[in-house]
């Protein structure tokens, strides 16, 4: 089996495909681009992609990605996040003059870069991959925010642990395959229709929900690309069974122009 992470080793990818399925084999994408086209591809068996944040809010590009690739959400983890700045031995915050990693982990950790404004902070393709690059050209100067996997794993020195804004931090995942599949005890799926233009729609929908008992955990519009300005919603429901949900779907089908089922799957406790 081979699953595809967004970054590499010592990642959050990485550690939520470990929590999964252990010690599998990888392909570490750049991008999520890359990542929803290899599993559309099959060059991968299933992926795992960050879907939002408690702090920085959801990744609406990724509902896109997923919907124009294809794919179905198979599952979902959340992962407590804890952000470490790391550097080569040796070295104080003091000496630190530019931190790189990724925008999400950097806006996460805004806060306790206000009271360092000597250090540029600069967005890169992933956590993990900052320390890598650190350790590997020895830059001094130069720090990572990353995990503690990821410090032990390059051998960096954490100068500061834990400096998310929020110590309760937790990021989303979603897993994400080629074809749906019956999942055991699905009691979650995730929709993006589009209301109808008439004054009321939305509340129509979210209405005949309610009264199908059938809990509404998040709805977030997400821009249409090809139309400016116009907007889809995706939704997260919860239900005690898929039939619940079948029967939501007919419900409410009637009142929207617009329905895609991105997935249904069993949900995870944080």
């Not at 979210?206 to 400016?228: A, C, D, F, R, Y």
């Not at 929207?256 to 406790?269: I, N, Q, R």
Request: glycine share 8%; proline share 2%.
């Amino acid at each position: 089996m081979k699953v595809a992470i967004q970054g590499i080793k010592g990642s959050y990818h990485h550690q939520v495909a470990r929590q999964l399925y252990g010690d599998v084999a990888l392909l570490e994408c750049n991008s999520f681009d890359q990542l929803v086209i290899a599993v559309a591809k099959a060059d991968a068996d299933t992926g795992i992609m960050a879907i939002g944040n408690s702090i920085a809010g959801s990744i609406l590009p990724n509902y896109t990605l997923i919907k124009e690739q294809g794919l179905t959400i198979t599952g979902e983890f959340y992962l407590h996040i804890k952000h470490q700045l790391m550097a080569l031995h040796g070295q104080g915050i003091k000496n630190i003059e530019e931190v790189q990693s990724h925008p999400m982990a950097l806006l996460q950790c805004k806060p306790f870069f206000r009271k360092h404004q000597h250090i540029k902070l600069v967005e890169t393709d992933d956590t993990a991959a900052a320390a890598f690059r650190i350790a590997k050209e020895k830059k001094r100067g130069v720090a990572a925010v990353a995990s503690t996997q990821a410090a032990q794993l390059y051998g960096l020195k954490i100068i500061s642990d834990n400096i998310q804004q929020v110590k309760k931090n937790a990021t989303r995942f979603v897993v994400v395959e080629k074809t749906s599949r019956n999942i055991d005890g699905a009691n979650k799926a995730t929709i993006n229709f589009t209301a109808g233009h008439q004054p009321g729609s939305l509340g129509k929908i979210l209405t005949t929900l309610g009264g199908l008992n059938i809990n509404l955990s998040k709805i977030q519009s997400v821009p249409i690309i090809e139309k400016p300005f116009l907007f889809s919603f995706v939704a997260d429901l919860e239900f005690e069974s898929v039939s619940q949900f079948e029967l939501a779907k007919l419900e409410i089908g009637i009142l929207v122009e617009s329905l895609e089922v991105l997935g249904v799957y069993k949900s995870h406790v944080l």
